[in-house]
């Protein structure tokens, strides 16, 4: 998506980009959800969920600044492993981004449902049951509309928006978590003992990362990844724009998880236990509660901006990902197009909003949503440890402006942090992703048929091990630990081991499988663009 007319965004107006992908509905809806999970140690739910994240993004950060383009994350697995694995990766990763849209316009309709005063009771009609009723979907539909039609016209608006919003969404945390310590600070909700501190013991602080929406709130990352060819100085700014957003986030989440846990009546856990603890719109209510009122007019205010902010921004990058997935030749021609005045991917973007509204139509509640996001997307993370290591192997000689100096410790690491947190979300949610992304096989093997491709067999070896993996990841999570919703056949923590173990078999399986393809040598020829 490259052109003479497509203007650069700097270092700042990425992380803004960044940041407004990443505090999106997330803050306002996960700290509540991982206490409720975890109880006060879901405090560690969030490092550890930052970890992950970081761990996979230090991975992309080599892949990003080697070839920098549109929707790159799209194709690293197709450049390195050839088309199966890349449409695997890429339909993945699309599965996820289309899901993201609507999760933040659900979003803004359950706390706008949940608005206090007398004249909008009108509005009590969107919400119930912990779903959206069928009239608050066309409110929701609406908000899809929107986060598409800012998209429509070209990376400067985008970038001028998401700038005024990024600040706005940073400092309503900011503000809450300071009005919540000044009105109601109660440090030992913590506990005075590792079993207050834990009351459910240590499994639910790894289950509060998956489906709490954690690992959903720091996924954006990869907005900087997708963006690549419309970098200023892609060498530096791919790893300071990742690092940064994740940093600055990062702090803010743990900064607002605390705020939440101290602000709570200790006198109300004692009655209902973390469990028990149950808010429409979270935050809001809680500044209701302790008569903050100004406040909670700014919350409710702040739940149309976040996720608007981040449904924008995802918006665009979901765009990306489609266009790129056409030029691998697995989706019709027409989604990759470009409009002719903005040089934007407006037929992507159209097609990812009738989707995201069938997606939407379905699953109607933020976490339901939440958790499929945070399965698919690590699914299609998986292939990113795996790629960049088979490049040091398979293309030495390429240019990479930024070589990772611990990438063959990182890489491992990343990938069995990736399955573990596939994992966490927990039987039968990985299995029904797992099928959601091997429905997307017949419209491979359709494209490949009509184009009579010599070279399927080929590609079907080079993706059997993740293939293999996804077999193994289903089974394991059916005969995991009860902790994670499985039979039991192998307890907690010894899920773990099995997990650890038999990943880095994966690992090590998929780097082999790394062959040359015709799309290596269109890597080759994207690489020699780049200066080192």
């Known amino acids: 998506m490259k052109s003479d007319k497509t203007k650069k965004i700097g270092l700042f107006q990425l992380i803004m980009l960044t940041l407004g992908s990443l505090i999106g509905s997330g803050w306002l809806f996960g700290s509540w959800e991982a206490t409720s999970v975890a109880g006060p140690a879901a405090i560690i739910s969030w490092v550890i969920g930052g970890l992950v994240i970081a761990a996979i993004a230090y991975n992309y950060i080599e892949l990003g600044a080697m070839f920098p383009e549109a929707g790159g994350m799209s194709r690293y697995a197709q450049y390195s492993h050839g088309p199966l694995l890349g449409f695997i990766a890429s339909w993945s990763n699309w599965v996820s981004l289309i ?15 949940s608005w206090p005063w007398a004249w909008a009771n009108w509005t009590k009609q969107f919400f119930s049951n912990g779903e959206i009723t069928t009239s608050g979907l066309f409110v929701v539909f609406g908000f899809m509309l929107i986060f598409t039609l800012i998209n429509f016209w070209s990376v400067t608006l985008l970038t001028r928006f998401t700038n005024f919003i990024s600040l706005f969404k940073i400092g309503v945390p900011a503000i809450t978590v300071i009005m919540l310590a000044l009105s109601s600070f109660h440090p030992e909700n913590y506990g005075h003992s590792l079993h207050e501190f834990m009351p459910y013991g240590s499994a639910p602080i790894f289950s509060a990362t998956a489906t709490a929406g954690i690992i959903f709130s720091f996924n954006a990352f990869q907005t900087v990844i997708n963006m690549g060819s419309e970098i200023k100085n892609t060498k530096k700014n791919i790893g300071r724009g990742i690092f940064l957003s994740l940093l600055i986030s990062g702090i803010i989440y743990v900064l607002i998880q605390s705020a939440y846990i101290m602000a709570i009546d200790p006198a109300t856990i004692a009655q209902h236990g973390w469990h028990g603890i149950n808010f429409n719109s979270p935050f809001a209510d809680l500044a209701i509660l302790l008569g903050i009122h100004w406040l909670s007019v700014l919350l409710y205010l702040d739940a149309f901006v976040s996720p608007v902010g981040t449904g924008v921004s995802f918006a665009a990058s979901t765009g990306r990902v489609l266009f790129a997935m056409e030029s691998n030749k697995h989706v019709p021609k027409y989604l990759g197009k470009l409009s002719s005045r903005f040089y934007m991917p407006r037929a992507a973007m159209l097609t990812n909003l009738g989707i995201s509204m069938i997606m939407v139509s379905v ?64 039987w039968p949610t990985t299995i029904e992703v797992i099928m959601v992304i091997l429905l997307g096989l017949p419209i491979y093997f359709y494209y490949e048929y ?83």
């Open 363 to 426: 699953f109607r509640s933020w976490s339901t949503l939440a958790t499929v996001i945070c399965a698919s997307t690590l699914i299609a993370y998986l292939t990113g440890p795996v790629t960049a290591a088979a490049f040091r192997h398979t293309a030495p000689n390429f240019k990479r402006p930024v070589k990772l100096k611990m990438l063959s410790f990182m890489a491992p690491v990343a990938f069995v942090l990736a399955s573990l947190a596939i994992y966490w979300s927990m």
């Open 99 to 113: 899901t993201l849209i609507p999760i933040e316009a659900v979003a803004a309709v359950q706390y706008m449902s």
């Open 450 to 532: 009509k184009a009579k491709n010599s070279d399927t067999w080929k590609a079907f070896k080079s993706a059997l091990w993740l293939i293999v993996y996804l077999i193994f990841i289903s089974l394991i999570s059916y005969a995991g630990s009860h902790e994670f919703n499985g039979a039991g056949w192998i307890s907690y923590p010894w899920d773990f081991v099995v997990i650890i173990g038999v990943s880095l078999i994966f690992y090590y399986w998929g780097v082999k499988s790394a062959q040359i393809f015709p799309d290596y040598y269109q890597a080759k020829k994207l690489n020699d663009t780049v200066k080192e």
